[in-house]
Structure formats: structure tokens, C-alpha cells
């Protein structure tokens, strides 16, 4: 087997609200963050001031964790929303709480404002957590990989909680028109979990579902990885590059646009580094074995 190696994340779980873009807009913060509309002008304004290729949402990695029953800081026109307190105690205890429903609360909101915007004409990237991050809304990470050491099994079953939730989430995601997706949990990363526990959630999790996400969507999506995520599945053997060549210099974000259809999975760079610029015109994309 390869060894994983680890890539240096400059954004972290930086998300793209710019107080310069917020004061613009008009609107009103936190209850900007709360209703679909609003959500949409933020996403649009942004993608101006980015000059990007796609409007983004939603502005937190928290979305998830407060369906679920988190406590959110919903922040203001400076951070986006984020975690307050932890509702879990136990690792165990996550296993207990509610499934997502989509069609209430600021998720719901989220795919409202993707529908829209899709709507519109827009490419519409939404950012999907992975179980850590999510965790890190329900409870202290301590117990999660004291969890992980003592309680594979239990481990086991609180991963395929995740997976059912992310896969559904997809899904809406689908019915709203989104065309790229964003896969990041940097709170999973090598850096924090180590080789052996990196090694083993990509056996448990990333792998099952990326195949699971492989199957469901079609040509008219394409999935950006995080680089953590990426050279995660490669040092476990579990992809490999593809490299596809689009015949002179490109930026990231437009060629992950261009080979839609071509692939459905790309993430040699951050989605959030908006300027990265592949220079000799190649992407490589990632073909899961």
C-alpha cells in the first residue's frame, strides 16, 4: 500500500463571506444567513467580487450539523455562521438524534436559494461537510476519537449514520439543479486523526461513499475534492489521477466546469484557492478503482 500524504491547507474551514461584499449588498445580518433569497443575493455578489465561475453555498460548514440539532452562532456581515454548543456528550449519543429534514430550516433554504440560482443560469457549487466537520457542530472531537480507538464498531455505525445523510443530501442537491459539489473534511484530515485512524476512515467511509456519489450522479455534475480527501483515496489505493489535457492555460475552477461529463470527481487543489491556474492546460482527475 502507498502512504498517505498530507496537504497543506491555507483555507482551513474558511468559507467566502468578505465583510467588503456583505456591506454592499444591504441586507441584514445574521437573518441573511436564515432565508433563501438573501443566501442567493450573497452567493451572486460574491461570485462578482471573486470574479469566479460558480456561486457558492452555502457561507458555513454547519448547515448539516444544525438539521441534525446543533446549536448555531449564526454570525454576522464579518463570519458566517458557526458552532456554539455541543448537544452530545457522548459519542454514542449521535447515533440517537434526528434524521435530516430537508424541507425545513436553513438547509432547506440552502437548496431553495441552489434552485434558484440554477434557475437563473448560474453554476451552482454547494459545499458538502464530511463526518468530522459535522461532528464538530454535535460534539467535543476528544470523545469521537476516544470513540474511534475503544469502539470501531460503534465507530462503524455513527459513519454509515453520515453516509446515509450525505448521500440524501445529494440527492436534493440533485433535484435542486446543483452542478458541482464540494467534498472537504479537514477536521478528518491526516494532520489531526494520524496515518493508522486517516487510513481506516477511508476504508469505513470516504471510499463507500464516494462510490455510492460516483453512482448516482451524471454528467451534468462533477464532484471537486478536497486535497486532503484526495491524496487520502490515493495513498490507500483506492484511485488513481487522470490527467485530461484542455489545450492551454485555464484556471482550476473553469477546467473542473470543462470536463464535466469527462469525470466525474477532480481535487488536486482547494476550490477555495479562486486564482489557481493550471498553466500547461492539464486537470487531473480522480478515478476511483
Avoid at 448560474?122 to 476516544?146: A, C, Q, W
Amino acid at each position: 500500500m502507498s502512504k498517505i500524504i498530507d496537504f497543506n491547507c491555507t483555507y482551513d474551514n474558511s468559507v467566502g463571506i468578505n465583510e467588503e461584499v456583505t456591506e454592499k449588498t444591504g441586507l441584514h445580518f445574521p437573518e441573511a444567513y436564515k432565508h433563501w433569497d438573501s443566501m442567493a443575493t450573497l452567493a451572486e455578489e460574491l461570485k462578482k467580487y471573486d470574479n469566479a465561475n460558480f456561486c457558492g453555498l452555502p457561507f458555513c460548514h454547519t448547515v448539516e450539523g444544525e438539521a441534525m440539532g446543533g446549536i448555531i452562532n449564526l454570525g454576522n456581515e464579518k463570519t458566517g455562521p458557526r458552532a456554539k454548543d455541543y448537544i452530545c456528550t457522548k459519542a454514542e449519543e449521535i447515533l440517537n438524534l434526528p434524521e435530516i429534514d430537508y424541507s425545513k430550516g436553513r438547509i432547506s433554504e440552502v437548496l431553495k436559494a441552489c434552485k434558484y440560482l440554477r434557475g437563473k443560469g448560474e453554476n451552482v457549487l454547494l459545499y458538502i461537510s464530511g463526518p468530522f466537520t459535522i461532528m464538530n457542530v454535535l460534539i467535543d472531537p476528544r470523545h469521537v476519537f476516544k470513540l474511534f480507538r475503544k469502539e470501531p464498531d460503534t465507530m462503524k455505525a455513527i459513519f454509515d449514520k453520515f453516509q446515509k445523510e450525505i448521500l440524501r443530501f445529494v440527492e436534493e442537491a440533485k433535484k435542486a439543479g446543483v452542478n458541482m459539489i464540494s467534498y472537504a473534511d479537514s477536521s478528518g484530515g491526516l494532520n489531526i486523526l494520524g496515518p493508522k485512524y486517516a487510513e481506516q476512515t477511508v476504508e469505513m467511509f470516504t471510499y463507500p461513499l464516494l462510490k455510492n456519489i460516483e453512482k448516482m450522479i451524471d454528467d451534468e455534475m462533477i464532484v471537486m475534492l478536497c486535497p486532503k480527501t484526495t491524496f487520502a483515496l490515493l495513498g490507500t489505493d483506492k484511485a488513481v489521477w487522470k490527467d485530461i489535457n484542455l489545450g492551454g492555460s485555464i484556471k482550476y475552477s473553469e477546467a473542473c466546469e470543462k470536463v464535466m461529463g469527462q469525470a466525474k470527481f477532480v481535487g488536486q487543489m482547494c476550490i477555495k484557492n479562486k486564482d489557481f491556474e493550471l498553466k500547461d492546460g492539464t486537470i487531473k482527475t480522480i478515478a476511483l478503482l
